[in-house]
């Protein structure tokens, strides 16, 4: 037990974002879970967010706008007819607990196999292989028996020019598909070191046309992909994730110019926020948000585990406006009423995380269950 949150606590005011009045401001980070039906959001996903509903506003999972988008076996999707009905269901059940749902858009690019991908191979910026493994499938064929093996990347094949106005279309149309079966919005995932920051990053993005090379090319692609759903949606229903310096996912970036051009660009079109993955001591931090005209949210990624009174100050002293927070999100649906009681919390089952069943997942206790 610890003391009760104060009611004039910075993490508990109100927040606009876009065309949403939030009630607080400690929100869900995207967390990839691995339960979807092969890429169809299910029912056990739909309860997963529902009992989060509390969440000043959720950010979904990373999903695919395209099939060749796919990252890991069992990640939902955000193209199909079938998903748009499971995604549906999920925004049902959050606005039925007065939450508000944004569905992450997540194009893999290269972080991903040819198991997953039915035999195609992943395309990125360059054909620039990561180090490393991924889980997969064991069998590129979905029609044969086939279990979650650990398989090497392989060498992606870089897009053609003639292919990138249809991946930009892909994001679009997966915005679109998001929107109309009842989320909030969209985010575009532009961190981590998917397809997004396969393009902004200069170690992994050799191309020499016009999305390779200097800042703006290399920041051409995310405003293509921005500009084509804004138009789509609306940009107050559309926030961008950029995570400047990150190496996840074998990413190598040099420096982070290609971030001051990119929000720039990005500033005019009056999206609902920028989501930032960065600790208050790295010099980005402070810039971004000083160039950035709009709702500023943070993300501390896994530097420490995210605690009321560091997520508190981070607000009270104006590094951002609202914070996304993870792992306890995961093992506590009520997060915040816990800190607002100064309640104890339950600890997150690190074997659960990735795949699996409602183990884990939505059977975390909430604070009446555990009294």
Excluded at 14 to 29: C, F, I, K, S, T
Excluded at 199 to 218: H, K, Q
Excluded at 350 to 371: C, E, W
Aim: proline share 7%.
């Amino acid at each position: 037990m610890s003391t009760p949150l104060p009611d004039d606590s910075p993490l508990l005011a109100p927040l606009r974002v876009g065309r949403l009045e939030l009630p607080h401001r400690v929100l869900m980070a995207p967390l990839t879970r691995n339960r979807a039906d092969g890429d169809v959001p299910n029912e056990m996903q739909a309860e997963y967010y529902a009992q989060r509903a509390s969440a000043g506003l959720i950010f979904s999972e990373g999903s695919q706008p395209q099939r060749m988008g796919q990252a890991y076996p069992n990640v939902p999707g955000v193209h199909s007819v079938e998903q748009k009905a499971g995604w549906a269901r999920i925004a049902r059940r959050v606005h039925d607990g007065q939450g508000h749902l944004f569905v992450q858009l997540m194009h893999s690019g290269r972080i991903s196999h040819p198991h997953t991908l039915d035999g195609a191979t992943p395309v990125a910026p360059s054909a620039v292989r990561p180090e490393g493994s991924i889980v997969t499938w064991s069998s590129p064929d979905p029609d044969t028996q086939r279990e979650l093996t650990t398989l090497d990347y392989v060498t992606p094949r870089a897009l053609e020019l003639a292919e990138i106005p249809d991946v930009v279309a892909g994001y679009a149309h997966a915005a679109r598909l998001a929107v109309d079966a009842g989320a909030d919005g969209v985010e575009l995932h532009g961190a981590n070191g998917y397809l997004i920051h396969q393009f902004l990053a200069d170690g992994i993005n050799r191309r020499t046309d016009r999305y390779g090379g200097t800042a703006a090319n290399r920041a051409r692609f995310a405003v293509e992909v921005a500009r084509a759903c804004a138009e789509e949606i609306g940009a107050d229903r559309l926030g961008i994730r950029v995570s400047p310096l990150n190496p996840f996912n074998g990413i190598v970036e040099n420096d982070d110019e290609v971030y001051d051009v990119l929000v720039d660009a990005l500033a005019p079109m009056g999206l609902a926020y920028l989501h930032v993955v960065g600790t208050r001591n790295q010099d980005f931090v402070p810039r971004l948000r000083k160039a950035w005209p709009g709702i500023y949210v943070l993300n501390t990624n896994f530097e420490e585990y995210s605690t009321r009174e560091d997520m508190a100050a981070l607000i009270a002293d104006g590094v951002a406006d609202a914070v996304t927070v993870g792992r306890p999100w995961i093992a506590n649906p009520d997060l915040v009423r816990r800190w607002r009681e100064g309640a104890a919390e339950n600890e997150p089952d690190q074997s659960s995380m990735y795949g699996g069943d409602h183990r884990g997942y939505t059977d975390y206790p909430f604070l009446h269950d555990a009294a």
